[in-house]
């Protein structure tokens, strides 16, 4: 079986640093993918890591450790238009399928 | 037009009603889906089509009927849904299985 694990809402203030984390127990493994979905629109692709690490990709980095099945999303000099649900996505082909899937959400609220 | 696009963003419908959402991309992937967000609850993958075959189809109920006419063109041919099946419906495509997904802004569905 499958299970995501991630905060339901989390706060910061604008210009701070936030860490969204995402626990996953599943039978294989083959990538973690993340999400940003603002209120009403699609989501749209921010990370995808396979080794564990960090990547960085300008204000957002991703972290995967496969042994403690574990992931953050870090969200630096945060701005008001970061608020937004967060979605982690782990990728097991145990089963037969390499199609994601997808955790509840964080939602991440930035105030001033 | 770029990207995912999906008709209509918005649909009422009785349940004796029958309907079709439609989504088109414009990206040359192989790969399409159909996924239902409620609130709350994880995405959930409802099919997938590939090279315009369908490689999976999660337990949905017949209510719900899929249509890939092409590698570009995906439908959801709905009929007699139930109050509980309101959502919002997000269609997605992706290079390939196992590649990062992009996602059409949804049609919010409303079974009255």
């Known amino acids: 079986g499958q299970n995501i694990d991630q905060p339901t809402e989390m706060t910061a203030t604008e210009g701070a640093i936030v860490q969204i984390n995402c626990t996953y127990q599943?039978?294989?493994?083959?990538?973690l993918f993340w999400y940003q979905q603002h209120a009403g629109e699609a989501p749209t692709f921010l990370s995808y890591?396979?080794?564990?690490g960090l990547e960085e990709k300008g204000r957002f980095s991703s972290f995967l450790s496969r042994s403690k099945g574990y992931s953050y999303l870090l969200l630096k000099e945060l701005q008001m238009k970061d608020s937004a649900s967060y979605l982690c996505?782990?990728?097991?082909?145990?089963?037969?399928?390499?199609?994601?899937?997808f955790g509840r959400g964080t939602s991440l609220i930035v105030h001033p | 037009e770029t990207g995912v696009t999906q008709t209509p963003r918005h649909l009422v419908m009785g349940m004796t009603n029958k309907k079709s959402l439609k989504c088109e991309q414009h990206?040359?992937?192989?790969?399409m889906y159909w996924y239902k967000q409620s609130a709350k609850k994880p995405l959930e993958l409802m099919f997938v089509?590939?090279?315009?075959?369908?490689?999976e189809n999660n337990s949905v109920p017949s209510r719900f009927s899929p249509e890939c006419p092409n590698s570009s063109h995906l439908f959801l041919h709905l009929h007699t849904l139930q109050p509980e099946d309101s959502a919002l419906y997000l269609c997605?495509?992706?290079?390939?299985?196992?590649?990062?997904?992009?996602f059409g802004p949804g049609t919010r569905l409303t079974v009255t």
């Open positions: 990206l040359g992937h192989n790969a």
């Open positions: 996505a782990v990728r097991d082909p145990s089963g037969g399928s390499y199609i994601p899937t």
């Open positions: 599943t039978s294989g493994f083959n990538g």
């Open positions: 890591n396979v080794l564990d």
């Open positions: 997605a495509s992706s290079q390939a299985e196992s590649y990062e997904q992009y």
């Open positions: 089509y590939s090279l315009e075959e369908r490689v």
